[in-house]
Every structure is written in C-alpha cells, then in structure tokens.
C-alpha cells in the first residue's frame, strides 16, 4: 500500500483546510485509514481515524472542529474548522489493517504535509 497527501499549507487562525490521502496498491487489505500529527520535539499523535465501516474517532484536542470522511475505499479526507495555531504540525496519513480497534496495526504512512496555522 502506498499513500499520497496533499492539501496543506498556511491559514490564519480561524480558517478552514482540507486534506487529502489517496491510497493506491493493495487498497483491499486496509481495514481503517486515519491521519497523525507531529511537531518538532514531540511524539506522533492522532488527529482522527475512519474504519472501513465509517466509524469514526478523533483526538481529544480536535473534536467539534475537525472531521474525517472516506468516500471510497482508496480516497480519506480531513475536513478541519476552527483552525488554531496549536494545530501547527506536519499531518501524516495512514494505513492500519486488523479486525477490531484494539488489533489495528499501521501498514503504511504518507509522506506528511505541513499545515501552518497563523495568529
């Protein structure tokens, strides 16, 4: 499975940005795709994530303002609102296969796009 982001960039704090993962190869064997985040100096986190099934889950820091949807099995999107600048980070799209949430495993990450929110 190989994934491609796009849709970053810079926007004041407030706005709006979506981006996109479109996933291309063996789209058949992902079970929910989802996207991370990450600044300088600090840990990976979740942003949100979307099963094959349409359920959704999100961080705790972008609930109410951003939401993920997937309308194919090869194409996700992250639709965020409310923009702040503590949403500064390198977003990362991913790939995750198994049975139940608590068995999913990443089979493969996206390059990462910059999203820059200005005060």
């Known amino acids: 499975v190989q994934l491609q982001a796009s849709g970053g960039g810079l926007v004041q704090a407030g706005g709006s940005l979506r981006l996109s993962c479109q996933a291309s190869?063996?789209?058949?064997?992902?079970?929910?795709m989802g996207w991370h985040r990450q600044v300088p100096g600090k840990s990976r986190e979740l942003v949100a994530v979307?099963?094959?099934?349409?359920?959704t889950m999100y961080g705790d820091s972008v609930k109410g303002r951003f939401t993920i949807s997937r309308d194919s099995p090869d194409t996700v999107y992250l639709h965020m609102n409310s923009l702040k600048p503590e949403d500064t980070a390198v977003y990362y799209c991913?790939?995750?296969?198994?049975?139940?949430?608590?068995?999913?495993?990443?089979?493969?990450w996206g390059q990462g796009t910059q999203v820059t929110v200005s005060s």
């Open positions: 991913n790939a995750d296969q198994g049975l139940t949430w608590g068995q999913m495993q990443s089979i493969a």
């Open positions: 979307i099963s094959s099934g349409g359920v």
């Open positions: 190869g063996d789209i058949f064997s992902i079970n929910a």
